[in-house]
């Protein structure tokens, strides 16, 4: 099942000194076009009167960032119609307490799919826990058997973030075929699938791949010869616009709060791209916020109606 809509564009933007434009790759506005999508499906399983997504959070301990990210999935359940869960254990919550509690969600037939918000405490081994998430309710697609079926070109849950930054991709027709697609970090969570999934057959994909990490000699030559940059680094201001090449698609998927005390928040949210500079060079880029930011979150309900569908048809 796939929920393709049609291309996004905004309004071109022109460049100061180039006969190309710019396209900003509209994070904000494809999720929202995805959640309509989703809650549209979600409206014929009610009136056929069929069980409706359920997906479950689980958050241990207080972090700031991860409770209001976790809120901001349950809101977004609400805004398409799921039914949500989270689930709040304490910051001393043991590990086999928590692997308790995973047994517990992973034979709830009510709930579809379920993730496991990270970061977890240091008494935790958050691979262990990853692996006692059973594959088919997985929907961050974070266990070794869905990363595995993802490599293998299979059908399963791609994890969210590379997931959505495939969507922007095809909703703007961005071409990845031929192209030379250089990958900034190598993290499970968003590097290394998007370098797997950018070579894949199909599309997007068929690219050539460059994975640099910390360890990369001679990194800036190696971007400056690519057509798309996808940059997961989590360096403010990283990729500046001398480091890449006039037209290249950018790709930024850094978010890091920078102190800013002129701002009521006392920070700014600020991405791996240096974008007022490297926006006049680039064919196609994702701002910072309102880029791939909102599209984890609308990827991640995908893929609990995707199991939702999975479990229906079992």
Do not use: W
């Amino acid at each position: 099942m796939k929920l393709n809509g049609s291309d996004y564009h905004r309004p071109d933007v022109q460049h100061n000194n180039s006969l190309t434009t710019m396209t900003i790759l509209d994070g904000k506005k494809v999720s929202n076009d995805i959640k309509d999508e989703i809650t549209a499906e979600v409206k014929k399983m009610k009136d056929n009167g069929e069980k409706v997504p359920h997906l479950a959070a689980v958050i241990v301990g207080n972090d700031g960032a991860s409770l209001t990210y976790v809120g901001s999935k349950v809101r977004a359940c609400e805004r398409v119609g799921f039914e949500s869960t989270m689930v709040r254990l304490s910051n001393t919550t043991s590990e086999i307490e928590l692997l308790d509690k995973i047994e517990e969600l992973n034979n709830n037939e009510d709930i579809d799919g379920f993730i496991i918000q990270l970061p977890l405490p240091p008494q935790i081994n958050t691979q262990k826990v990853l692996m006692a998430v059973h594959p088919d309710k997985d929907v961050d697609g974070f266990h070794p058997m869905n990363f595995g079926k993802m490599a293998l070109d299979m059908s399963t849950f791609i994890p969210a973030t590379p997931f959505g930054i495939l969507e922007l991709l095809d909703r703007y027709n961005v071409d990845t075929k031929g192209k030379h697609t250089v990958v900034i970090g190598r993290s499970h969570i968003v590097g290394r699938p998007m370098s797997i999934l950018m070579g894949r057959k199909g599309f997007p994909g068929n690219s050539t791949v460059t994975l640099t990490h910390s360890h990369t000699k001679n990194i800036t030559q190696i971007i400056s010869q690519a057509d798309i940059v996808i940059s997961a680094l989590g360096v403010p201001n990283f990729l500046k616009a001398e480091m890449v090449k006039d037209d290249a698609v950018i790709i930024d998927v850094g978010i890091t709060r920078v102190p800013d005390e002129t701002l009521p928040k006392g920070y700014k949210i600020t991405g791996d791209v240096d974008f007022e500079n490297v926006s006049k060079k680039a064919s196609y880029i994702t701002p910072v916020p309102g880029g791939v930011g909102p599209m984890t979150i609308a990827m991640l309900l995908k893929n609990t109606l995707l199991a939702r569908e999975r479990h229906r048809l079992l």
